[in-house]
Structures are given as structure tokens and as C-alpha cells.
């Protein structure tokens, strides 16, 4: 039975939920699932914004019928070629055979790529263009990278809709709410966390080119987002927008410490329970810690995104790195971490090196700032150990306070 939502008199909510998928791009957990959106606008001509995942096919194909009440597709609009949002676009071709793919260029090559059957029936559309539906005209926007180098985001310059493709995305399923001001509470707090998780996991690499994005959308004038997963954005826009403005410009949400720790058998663990424990008798607010041998990097990456300090922690293990630090580290790398100030905890009981190889492992980030020397922990905590790290503590505890004066 078809599940559908009107989010205008013209436009339709054709999305649905995934509860059953685990990993999203087999990499990153959805313990509360996520959604693939689509959307139908029924004017002179009807137009299928994007497509879902195989894994929902039944459900969205049962929607977009419903939504079309009996009349016929004639375009379907590709923002991102991705599978999640075009592995059903083959079917639906055959369904509707009269409708036409609008795309980018280099959509069509992913789209043929990925064993879609669209020769015949794809217009290309690029930055600038324009197609007009009846009432409704749509303004294409290049978004190259934002995640991948196909993308296009679509304006609605009738209603002022925004088709974001992936970008301003969330993971989690919509669980009856499609707007962001349906959210209230504890529940606000966890889309944003989710939304944060989705952008520095997801599309974080890739910072300039949302930057560029988003000087394109400042001159629009947006009453409602769109994008391919999550929420509907139609009140508290520019307080998102805000968001991504310092997610995608790497600058920290607040002032406070992510504490990345691996630990073999306690033993750094406990010297970086002894700083968090100082940070916060020193009245830093906000500290994060993680054992990184238990929590996925997904969720570490989006605290280090929120927090302007980190402190990576790791025991030396074959002479390098300790694995799930290491992992932690090429992470950050991949996504371009920047203007954080770091600091950092070895342990070794004959040969400490996991401290200098974390600092050149980093060297290629921008704007890293090291607070103090590295701190080695010969096996466990002593006095003199314990006494650098309540040190270290404080010189967090000035450098935050004399940020926050600034």
C-alpha cells in the first residue's frame, strides 16, 4: 500500500524508509536507518525528482503511482547518480515509457556506467539551465563533488524549493515527520548530530566545493530545502545553512576537546581519563571521549568536525600506530581536517614512537596547531606522567579560555 505525503498542491513526498540496512555505504552505522526522498510535482507536466534504492523499489514504485493518480510521468529529474537514488530509474523508465531523464552530462555516462538503458531518452542539463513545467520553472545548479563530480541541485523559482541532492542530507529513517519543525526536543538534538555525522562522513572531503554551493544558493531566495535523505528544511533554514558554512570552512562549533583514545590494556586509557578528568575541574564544558577500538570513526569524525581541540591517545603496537587510532587518523586525512589544535598521549613500554608517527602522519593538514610536547606514558601513569597530563590540561583549559575571549 502506497505511503505518500503532500508537501504543497503541487508537490509530493514519495520517499521512503530503510530500517534494514546496517551500514550505510557499507561503511558507516544507521542504527536508526535512514531515508531515500523523492519527490512528484504534478503541473502541465509531471516530474519525478530522483529515484531509491533497490532495497525500497516496491514501496516507492506503489507511491509514485499513487501520486500520479492515474496520469502519466513525463520527466524524471537525476540530481546524483548514485545507486541509493537511481537504482530504480531503469524501472521506472519501463513503467512510464513515455517519460525523459533530465541529467547532467556526466550523469548519463555514471548512469550508463552503473547498466541503465537511457540512451534514447536522457536531455542533458547543465549550470544555468532552465526547464519549465508549466507554472513551475526549475534553474539547474552545478554542485560538482558535493559528493560526487555529476551533481547537479535543481531551484524551484516558483515556490522557492531548493532540490538539494545529497547536500543538507541526515541519516535516520523520517518515522512520520518530513519537516524539521515536526521535530521537537531531545529529537531536534539528535537529527542535527545525525545530519553533522551524514555531511563530515559523507561529504566533508569535499569542503570548497560545498563552499561553492553555497555562494550559488546565497543568491536564491530558499523557502524550503529538499534533499535526497532526511528531513524537509522549511523554517530553520539558515541556521542549517549556518551549519554547513562552518562545517564545509572546517572551523569548530564550539570550543571543547574530542579525546581519541586506543588502548590495550588500560594503561592509556587511564592517562586520558586523567586529562579529561583535569579539562573539566579546569572548567572546560565540553569534552568528548572515545574509545576508538569500540566507537565507529564516523561518530569521532563528526565530534572532531564540532570541536575546536583534540587529543589523540595511542599505545605504540609493532612499533607504529595502535590500528584503530591509525584507522582514525587516515580518516581525518581523507576528509581534510583542518584549524584544530591538537595534542598527543603515547605509551610504550620499550620503544614509545606512536607520538611522532601520529605528528607526521598529520603533517599534511592544514592549519594544525600542537599544543605542548607529546606525553609519554612508559606503560602506566607515575607521578611525572600524571603531573604532564594535569599540565597539558591547563594549557588546554588557557588556549580555550583565551579563544573564547577573542
Not at 590494556?265 to 586523567?274: L, R
Not at 587510532?325 to 584549524?339: E, G, P, R
Request: aromatic share 10%.
Amino acid at each position: 500500500m502506497y505511503n505518500i505525503r503532500k508537501i504543497d498542491d503541487d508537490l509530493t513526498f514519495v520517499g521512503v524508509n530503510d530500517r534494514r540496512l546496517t551500514l550505510f555505504e557499507n561503511v558507516h552505522p544507521l542504527p536508526e536507518g535512514v531515508s531515500y526522498n523523492s519527490y512528484l510535482l504534478k503541473d502541465e507536466k509531471t516530474v519525478l525528482f530522483d529515484t531509491v534504492d533497490w532495497s525500497c523499489g516496491r514501496q516507492f514504485f506503489e507511491n509514485v503511482e499513487a501520486a500520479l493518480d492515474g496520469r502519466d510521468l513525463d520527466f524524471v529529474v537525476v540530481h546524483h547518480a548514485e545507486p541509493d537514488h537511481a537504482a530504480t530509474l531503469d524501472e521506472i523508465l519501463m513503467r512510464y515509457p513515455n517519460a525523459r531523464v533530465l541529467c547532467s552530462a556526466k550523469a548519463k555516462t555514471f548512469l550508463e556506467q552503473f547498466g541503465h538503458h537511457i540512451a534514447d531518452r536522457v536531455d542533458t542539463v547543465k549550470n544555468g539551465d532552465t526547464v519549465s513545467f508549466g507554472k513551475h520553472e526549475l534553474t539547474f545548479i552545478g554542485a560538482p563533488m558535493v559528493h560526487w563530480p555529476e551533481v547537479l541541485v535543481s531551484f524551484d523559482t516558483t515556490t522557492g524549493t531548493l532540490f538539494s541532492a545529497d547536500a543538507f542530507g541526515s541519516f535516520k529513517t523520517l518515522d512520520g515527520v518530513l519537516f524539521e519543525d515536526e521535530i521537537n526536543g531531545a529529537e531536534e538534538i539528535a537529527w542535527l548530530n545525525e545530519a553533522r555525522r551524514y555531511y563530515t562522513n559523507i561529504v566533508g572531503k569535499y569542503g570548497k566545493n560545498v563552499q561553492m554551493l553555497l555562494k550559488k544558493a546565497s543568491g536564491l531566495d530558499i523557502k524550503m530545502i529538499c534533499p535526497l535523505h532526511g528531513v524537509i528544511w522549511r523554517q530553520d533554514i539558515d541556521r542549517f545553512i549556518e551549519k554547513y558554512d562552518l562545517w564545509s570552512r572546517y572551523e569548530p562549533e564550539h570550543l571543547g576537546v574530542v579525546i581519541a583514545c586506543g588502548s590495550m590494556y588500560g594503561n592509556t586509557e587511564q592517562a586520558a581519563d586523567i586529562l579529561a578528568n583535569a579539562l573539566v575541574q579546569r572548567g572546560v564544558k565540553r569534552v568528548r571521549f572515545f574509545d576508538v577500538s569500540k566507537t565507529h570513526p564516523s561518530y569521532v569524525i563528526a565530534s572532531i568536525f564540532r570541536y575546536s581541540h583534540l587529543v589523540v591517545a595511542s599505545p605504540t603496537y609493532n612499533l607504529g600506530i595502535y590500528p584503530t587510532v591509525h584507522n582514525l587518523i587516515d580518516d581525518m586525512k581523507n576528509l581534510h581536517i583542518q584549524n584544530r589544535t591538537i595534542s598527543i598521549i603515547e605509551n610504550g613500554s620499550w620503544a614509545p614512537k606512536s607520538g611522532s608517527l601520529i605528528a607526521k602522519e598529520l603533517e599534511g593538514l592544514d592549519n594544525i596547531t600542537y599544543l605542548g610536547d607529546p606525553i609519554t606514558v612508559k606503560s602506566s601513569v607515575n607521578d611525572e606522567t600524571r603531573e604532564s597530563l594535569i599540565a597539558l590540561a591547563q594549557a588546554i583549559a588557557d588556549d580555550i579560555y583565551a579563544k573564547k575571549n577573542k
